[in-house]
T-cell receptor, first 110, second 115 residues
Framework: EDQVTQSPEALRLQEGESSSLNCSYT??????LFWYRQDPGKGPEFLFT???AGEEKEKERLKATLTKKESFLHITAPKPEDSATYLC???????????FGRGTSLIVHP | GAVVSQHPSWVICKSGTSVKIECRSL??????MFWYRQFPKQSLMLMAT?????????EQGVEKDKFLINHASLTLSTLTVTSAHPEDSSFYIC???????????FGPGTRLTVL
């Protein structure tokens, strides 16, 4: 059974204070690892897909990286508008249903 | 691209009534759509997989007679909460993937409140 564990559960940062969110996973045959951003009262917004170890993707202040066991979402010089819950999900084997982690709630104080 | 819409965005109803939520893929066709439920400060809980032209596949513990799913076309799936009760109050979100995509794209969600 696929497992996804995100840490920390919650993270408070000062504006400009860079940090990383972790997503550890256990799957049989990774087909893709996904990062989403979810604002309160809204559906998740797709950010990145990573397929293989060593792959990196960037978007504005966010950079996602992938190893064989975990993924990191690095946030560089965050701003208050980066405050949200960040969800990680994995897709494995022949399944078309991803397994989601519980998310990391990020609050960036001005 | 890959835009998914939901309607309504919120609904308040009386206990015992039924509520229908629509999920549409706006710029792609979706053979399969997914329905999730999310409680406050919790992650997504998959309720069912909606398949165009066939019966939905429900996750364990989800009552299929309570949550009716109809996937009538390649761009529309509906979730009907029948005889709603206060414990059905929740945030319902649908998602879909364009063909050959691994990623799911989510709708904006529907907040259901049952009085």
């Amino acid at each position: 059974e696929d497992q996804v564990t995100q840490s920390p559960e919650a993270l408070r940062l000062q504006e400009g204070e860079s940090s990383s969110l972790n997503c550890s996973y256990t799957v049989s045959g990774l087909r893709g690892l996904f990062w989403y951003r979810q604002d309160p009262g809204k559906g998740p917004e797709f950010l990145f897909t990573l397929y293989s170890a060593g792959e990196e993707k960037e978007k504005e202040r966010l950079k996602a990286t992938l190893t064989k066991k975990e993924s990191f979402l690095h946030i560089t010089a965050p701003k208050p508008e980066d405050s949200a819950t960040y969800l990680c999900a994995v897709l494995s084997g022949g399944s078309y249903i991803p397994t989601f982690g519980r998310g990391t709630s990020l609050i960036v104080h001005p | 691209g890959a835009v998914v819409s939901q309607h309504p965005s919120w609904v308040i109803c009386k206990s015992g009534t039924s509520v229908k939520i629509e999920c549409r893929s706006l710029d792609f066709q979706a053979t399969t759509m997914f329905w999730y439920r999310q409680f406050p400060k919790q992650s997504l809980m998959l309720m069912a997989t909606s398949n165009e032209g066939s019966k939905a596949t429900y996750e364990q513990g989800v009552e299929k007679d309570k949550f009716l799913i109809n996937h009538a076309s390649l761009t529309l799936s509906t979730l009907t909460v029948t005889s709603a009760h206060p414990e059905d109050s929740s945030f319902y979100i649908c998602s879909a993937s364009p063909e050959s995509y691994n990623e799911q794209f989510f709708g904006p969600g529907t907040r259901l409140t049952v009085l």
